[in-house]
């Protein structure tokens, strides 16, 4: 039997249904009339962070290398015949299955993720470490993802978020093939799933098609979650030198609160004011346009499941260095003393509103976020709630934020040619 739940709602002026597995898993559905092609995601949460950092990743490499039904040759040509874009992803706080095919296809592709997720053999382990080890050392052969790589790392010191591609390369020699089975077993049998779907196609079939597929997956509410919050304790200044090196990457940064926060919405505010806007953000404008210092500026706030970061980004000539470094210590001072404008504010839950609209525009990008969100227990219609949090945000939470979260307890990476 498949339950639908009484409730429909309208997110993003789109109605949307909610419905429910047999086995608890839960979903919605978002009718997309005229739409072609139709993306279901599947998000299974983790509870436990790896044993072995690597293994998750590795784990995730492999599903789509074969089956008990078909082998990695076999199955990608099935998926190119049919025209069926099925992937997985890996994030930390949770495994994605994600197809995106032809309206008519879409049963055929739920029989596909469901042989991928209940039947992977896991059998191309050995080729996929050699792989894999040549990848990590050509992605850290880039200035910036090195950089990245080590900020990432050392903010989420000894912590399962901080498990880089460096810290997967000292240690994928200790995974087994065993190791990474294990593991995803565990994720399947402990983590509560949602799934979401949108395009135009017949529910009521899909829903019998959903259930008969995947309703004897282990779903589980309850499991306790075993992933604790990364502390940073200390201001910390980690120095790269790559003597090749073009441009100095720097990278400063801070752990903030997560999305379910009160403060998250303000912050999310203070990262499209400084640097997320683009050419009106405060350090496009102070740094680039101004001081003539950056080939690139930004800044990035995100949550985790178990926390938030924020971080300020810039590339730049190493004689640059100390004089950017003094740059965003005034622009994050500025933001902290003196109160933004109405107007400054008002443009930025605007330049928000109009992104939330963009990255909702196809079936695939629909599925994604709303996924995302129902993963984390927000609620599969986040989107509106996130918007009046927005709207609520006052110039006073722009300058309590600022003045509480960006303390002297800050990373900083510098990645140069030389040491500073």
Same mark, same amino acid.
């Given at each position: 039997?498949?339950?639908?739940?009484?409730?429909?709602?309208?997110?993003?002026?789109?109605?949307?249904?909610?419905?429910?597995?047999?086995?608890?898993?839960?979903?919605?559905?978002?009718? !997309?009339?005229?739409?072609?092609?139709?993306?279901?995601?599947?998000?299974?949460?983790?509870?436990?962070?790896?044993?072995?950092?690597?293994?998750?990743?590795?784990?995730?490499?492999?599903?789509?290398?074969?089956?008990?039904?078909?082998?990695?040759?076999?199955?990608?040509?099935?998926?190119?015949?049919?025209?069926?874009?099925?992937?997985?992803?890996?994030?930390?706080?949770?495994?994605?299955?994600?197809?995106?095919?032809?309206?008519?296809?879409?049963?055929?592709?739920?029989?596909?993720?469901?042989?991928?997720?209940?039947?992977?053999?896991?059998?191309?382990?050995?080729?996929?470490?050699?792989?894999?080890?040549?990848?990590?050392?050509?992605?850290?052969?880039?200035?910036?993802?090195? !950089?990245?790589?080590?900020?990432?790392?050392?903010?989420?010191?000894?912590?399962?978020?901080?498990?880089?591609?460096?810290?997967?390369?000292?240690?994928?020699?200790?995974?087994?093939?065993?190791?990474?089975?294990?593991?995803?077993?565990?994720?399947?049998?402990?983590?509560?799933?949602?799934?979401?779907?949108?395009?135009?196609?017949?529910?009521?079939?899909?829903?019998?098609?959903?259930?008969?597929?995947?309703?004897?997956?282990?779903?589980?509410?309850?499991?306790?979650?075993?992933?604790?919050?990364?502390?940073?304790?200390?201001?910390?200044?980690?120095?790269?030198?790559?003597?090749?090196?073009?441009?100095?990457?720097?990278?400063?940064?801070?752990?903030?609160?997560?999305?379910?926060?009160?403060?998250?919405?303000?912050?999310?505010?203070?990262?499209?004011?400084?640097?997320?806007?683009?050419?009106?953000?405060?350090?496009?404008?102070?740094?680039?346009?101004?001081?003539?210092?950056?080939?690139?500026?930004?800044?990035?706030?995100?949550?985790?499941?178990?926390?938030?970061?924020?971080?300020?980004?810039?590339?730049?000539?190493?004689?640059?260095?100390?004089?950017?470094?003094?740059?965003?210590?005034?622009?994050?001072?500025?933001?902290?003393?003196?109160?933004?404008?109405?107007?400054?504010?008002?443009?930025?839950?605007?330049?928000?509103?109009?992104?939330?609209?963009?990255?909702?525009?196809?079936?695939?990008?629909?599925?994604?976020?709303?996924?995302?969100?129902?993963?984390?227990?927000?609620?599969?219609?986040?989107?509106?709630?996130?918007?009046?949090?927005?709207?609520?945000?006052?110039?006073?939470?722009?300058?309590?934020?600022?003045?509480?979260?960006?303390?002297?307890?800050?990373?900083?990476?510098?990645?140069?040619?030389?040491?500073?």
């Amino acid at each position: 039997m498949f339950r639908t739940c009484p409730n429909v709602f309208l997110w993003l002026n789109i109605i949307m249904l909610n419905f429910e597995l047999d086995n608890g898993i839960s979903g919605v559905y978002s009718e !997309a009339k005229n739409t072609p092609r139709v993306a279901l995601a599947l998000n299974v949460a983790i509870n436990n962070p790896e044993k072995i950092p690597g293994t998750y990743s590795l784990m995730n490499r492999l599903l789509l290398q074969g089956t008990k039904k078909y082998s990695s040759e076999e199955l990608a040509n099935l998926l190119d015949k049919n025209a069926i874009d099925l992937n997985t992803d890996m994030k930390q706080d949770y495994l994605r299955f994600k197809v995106v095919c032809l309206n008519e296809d879409i049963d055929l592709a739920i029989e596909f993720m469901a042989e991928i997720l209940k039947n992977s053999t896991f059998e191309e382990f050995d080729k996929e470490v050699v792989k894999m080890k040549g990848e990590i050392v050509a992605e850290l052969d880039s200035a910036r993802t090195k !950089a990245f790589d080590a900020f990432t790392r050392n903010l989420y010191k000894d912590h399962f978020y901080g498990n880089t591609y460096t810290v997967i390369s000292e240690n994928i020699d200790k995974i087994t093939k065993e190791d990474v089975i294990n593991s995803y077993n565990e994720i399947i049998e402990t983590g509560k799933k949602v799934i979401t779907i949108a395009g135009d196609v017949d529910f009521e079939k899909i829903k019998t098609t959903l259930n008969k597929q995947l309703g004897d997956i282990k779903n589980s509410q309850d499991n306790e979650r075993n992933i604790s919050v990364p502390v940073l304790k200390k201001a910390d200044l980690v120095n790269i030198i790559k003597e090749d090196a073009q441009q100095a990457q720097i990278i400063q940064g801070w752990i903030i609160p997560t999305i379910y926060s009160d403060d998250f919405p303000a912050l999310a505010l203070v990262n499209t004011i400084l640097g997320a806007s683009g050419l009106s953000s405060r350090l496009f404008l102070e740094l680039r346009e101004k001081k003539g210092l950056a080939y690139h500026v930004r800044s990035t706030c995100e949550s985790k499941q178990s926390c938030g970061s924020f971080s300020i980004y810039i590339a730049t000539e190493p004689k640059n260095i100390k004089v950017a470094l003094a740059g965003f210590e005034e622009e994050i001072n500025k933001i902290k003393t003196i109160p933004v404008s109405q107007k400054e504010l008002d443009d930025a839950k605007n330049n928000i509103f109009g992104k939330q609209a963009f990255v909702t525009e196809t079936n695939s990008q629909k599925v994604n976020i709303i996924a995302n969100y129902g993963i984390f227990g927000l609620g599969f219609d986040y989107q509106d709630k996130m918007k009046q949090r927005l709207k609520e945000v006052t110039v006073e939470d722009i300058q309590r934020v600022t003045n509480k979260y960006f303390t002297d307890k800050h990373l900083t990476v510098v990645l140069s040619p030389e040491k500073i």
